[in-house]
């Protein structure tokens, strides 16, 4: 149901690669399905003067080259009210955003029962970790935050010792519960199926730990370079962009106990806690970095540059679920091919009749609309006993009845309504933070260089050992 009350989108970083890839084509998608109030804005704002003119053009542009059909015939349509305004962030002030709110709320109400105050107003922080402090202090400092909800991006900080800053920053000037803490990962279908899998039927569920999981694997190789997002990639580096973020996250939804009651908000606790058990990262044994080759340059990218564009993580889950399990994870720009594949390497005999036994293995797709797989060793056909590989694959989006929601489009409608379930917390996070704050500082490897198009540092294939990793040539 779309909600009742009017609403002012405030999209800061609305120029950025996140704005126009995922956000703005999920708004175009809740408004064709009706999940957008009757009456709404849309405010952009960003470090780059545009006129509003040129916002409409940007908008249209980017739901029409990166929503899917669906979000595209609802691109001219997706709102009558569009304005943009200048950076919130710099010194810590909003300029004309007070001004550009007041007018918006005007323009919603006019003409019916209802008041300025009356007026929803949702900030999403589609920029920078770097501007999330600064931009909460300048809301603050402007009065601006009655009744708001801000969603963060990921990361949310930098560090222990930055997320822990900001954590005060933001509830210095928000309640928790008009924080939403996104990370996309959780929103995604599939990632959601992890736990019906589990829970809903046995044959996943009873080999759900170390005694018939053998290793599980997070890996999520991309084919995509960083040429349009140069200054925000390099100041962060593969390892803060998904590792501590994304594959942590996806990592706590494998690994997390059975909830006491199995609701929205008891899985959220059970994946929070589960973190508390991740154990830190030891970098010198447990972590490889890279760099693909040309990445220094690339224009906006220090000559020097010693960001890690690639990196392979062997975290340990220390509870008696998960003990002496590894948890492989894997990311990287430039690789030889894009995926999101969670795999359970199953345990298996090495001789069935005298043959050695194929892989054994459970995997989830969380790309797109998602898909589950069962690879298992068969007899092959024939008159010969002999083994061969099968696979069972469903394809999520062939559910029926069904209409998968891309995680952004879910996810923005949980906060249009309220719902923080598959939002995280500040004490998961913090958790995070301590198993992944040895790979900050003197601890930190050096990046190792690799070919694009390929697998990344050779390093990265002894961590999945004996198994090896599911996703290769
Ligand atoms: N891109 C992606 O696929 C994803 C990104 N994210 C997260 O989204 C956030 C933005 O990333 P992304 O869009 O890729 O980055 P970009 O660099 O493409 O865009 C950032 C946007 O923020 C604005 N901006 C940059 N610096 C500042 C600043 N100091 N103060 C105010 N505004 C600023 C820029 O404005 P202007 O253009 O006017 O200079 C730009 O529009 C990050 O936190 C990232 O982790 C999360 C999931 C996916
Ligand atoms: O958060 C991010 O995620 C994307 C990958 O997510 P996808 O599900 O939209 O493909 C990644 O490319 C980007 O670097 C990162 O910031």
């Not at 996806?250 to 199995?262: D, I, K, Q, R």
């Amino acid at each position: 149901m779309a909600p009742d009350k009017p609403l002012i989108f405030v999209l800061h970083g609305a120029r950025g690669d996140l704005a126009s890839r995922m956000v703005l084509p999920a708004l175009a998608l809740l408004q064709r399905r009706g999940l957008m109030p009757e009456r709404w804005a849309l405010l952009g704002t960003g470090r780059t003067p545009i006129s509003s003119q040129e916002f409409d053009e940007l908008l249209h542009d980017a739901v029409g080259e990166h929503g899917d059909d669906e979000a595209a015939r609802g691109a001219h349509e997706l709102t009558d009210h569009t304005a943009y305004c200048g950076d919130v962030s710099d010194d810590d002030s909003a300029d004309e955003l007070p001004g550009e709110l007041d007018r918006l709320r005007g323009v919603l109400v006019d003409g019916t029962d209802a008041g300025p105050q009356d007026v929803d107003v949702v900030h999403y922080l589609a920029v920078p970790p770097s501007s999330f402090g600064p931009i909460t202090r300048a809301l603050d400092r402007a009065g601006l935050t009655d009744g708001i909800r801000v969603v963060y991006e990921k990361p949310y900080g930098t560090s222990p010792e930055g997320f822990r800053e900001l954590d005060e920053t933001v509830h210095e000037a928000l309640s928790e519960d008009q924080v939403f803490r996104i990370d996309h990962f959780l929103g995604k279908e599939a990632t959601q199926n992890l736990h019906v899998l589990r829970f809903a039927n046995e044959l996943f569920g009873g080999a759900w730990s170390r005694e018939h999981v053998a290793q599980v694997q997070i890996d999520v190789p991309e084919t995509l370079d960083v040429a349009q997002r140069a200054e925000f990639y390099d100041a962060t580096g593969a390892a803060l962009d998904m590792l501590v973020t994304h594959l942590f996250q996806v990592a706590a939804e494998v690994a997390m106990e059975p909830p006491e009651h199995l609701d929205a908000a008891g899985l959220s606790a059970a994946r929070e806690e589960v973190i508390r058990h991740f154990r830190p990262l030891d970098p010198a044994r447990d972590v490889v970095l890279g760099q693909f080759e040309g990445y220094r340059d690339i224009e906006g990218i220090d000559d020097s540059s010693t960001t890690d564009t690639f990196v392979a993580a062997r975290l340990w889950v220390d509870t008696d679920r998960w003990r002496d399990v590894p948890f492989l994870l894997r990311t990287g720009k430039r690789m030889a091919r894009s995926a999101q594949q969670v795999t359970l390497v199953l345990r298996a005999p090495d001789e069935l009749f005298g043959e050695p036994v194929g892989p054994n293995r459970i995997q989830v797709s969380l790309a797109g609309s998602g898909r589950i797989e069962v690879v298992t060793t068969v007899k092959r056909p024939g008159t010969e006993l002999a083994l061969g590989t099968g696979t069972v694959d469903l394809a999520l989006e062939d559910v029926e009845p069904g209409e998968p929601v891309p995680p952004y489009a879910g996810l923005i409608e949980d906060v249009l309504v309220g719902d923080r379930a598959l939002f995280t917390t500040a004490e998961g996070l913090a958790s995070a933070w301590a198993a992944f704050d040895p790979l900050l500082g003197d601890g930190r490897p050096e990046p190792q260089p690799y070919a694009p198009g390929s697998w990344g540092p050779s390093a990265a294939d002894d961590l999945a050992a004996p198994h090896g990793w599911a996703l290769h040539d």
